[in-house]
């Protein structure tokens, strides 16, 4: 298995500024993956980050909003850049299991409400 | 378009049995999972189904049926902890993991 932090765990912020949350995780893993998860709704996969490489964003998710860092195996970043209401949201950090294993890890979230 | 389909909101009485359906139309299929969600947590796995049958664990069974497109979530002998959100996903073609809007199952007295 694998444990999985994040800071920070919640935030309240003004409209138009930025938040970096951080994702830790105990021990090395080559993809981690960024959710966003509104209030109600299912998960929404906002990008893949790879170590070395750069993010892999989805449908509707640009880098300009949502810059993501992977500067080594067990850590990754995502900013939410020039935030607005519309951004409050849980956002959450996950990796895939070991070899072999079909789970994936979540972390404990950050919940985000924008002013 | 890919889609998961799963009921909005459940209820039963505890010590009852529960069964939460999820139906699929995915680009590709690399299994089926469960997750559970208590509310204001992170989801945590439940079951993963690739092959066609019933999986059971504990007091909770998954059950797929490929050719359906259909996956069933059996809680049995419902306690009030289980009252949470049931996430169903699938993996397509890509390996990518599509989630259901997830069923919130309230477990009443």
């Known amino acids: 298995s694998a444990v999985i932090s994040q800071k920070p765990s919640r935030d309240i912020c003004q409209r138009g500024t930025s938040l970096t949350i951080q994702c830790q995780v105990d021990?090395?893993?080559?993809?981690m993956f960024w959710y966003r998860q509104q209030p109600g709704q299912s998960l929404t996969l906002i990008a893949t980050?790879?170590?070395?490489?750069?993010?892999?964003?989805e449908s509707g998710f640009v880098i300009d909003k949502f810059p993501i860092s992977r500067p080594n195996l067990t850590f990754s970043t995502l900013t939410v850049s020039n935030m607005s209401p519309e951004d409050s949201s849980i956002y959450l950090c996950?990796?895939?299991?070991?070899?072999?294993?079909?789970?994936?890890?979540f972390g404990p979230g950050t919940r985000l409400t924008v002013l | 378009g890919q889609n998961i389909d799963q009921p909005t909101e459940m209820t039963a009485t505890e010590g009852a049995i529960v069964q939460i359906n999820c139906t699929y139309q995915?680009?590709?299929?690399?299994?089926l999972f469960w997750y559970q969600q208590h509310a204001g947590e992170a989801p945590t796995f439940l079951s993963y189904?690739?092959l066609d049958g019933l999986e059971e664990k504990g007091r909770f069974s998954s059950f797929l049926s490929r050719s359906k497109g259909y996956s069933y979530l059996l809680l049995k002998e419902l306690q009030m902890k289980d009252s949470a959100s049931y996430l169903c996903?699938?993996?397509?073609?890509?390996?990518?993991?599509?989630w259901g809007a997830g069923t919130k199952l309230i477990i009443k007295p």
């Open positions: 996950s990796v895939g299991g070991t070899s072999g294993s079909h789970e994936q890890f």
């Open positions: 980050a790879n170590q070395g490489s750069e993010a892999t964003y």
């Open positions: 021990s090395q893993v080559t993809m």
């Open positions: 995915t680009s590709g299929f690399n299994g």
């Open positions: 189904n690739v």
């Open positions: 996903a699938v993996k397509d073609s890509n390996y990518q993991l599509i």
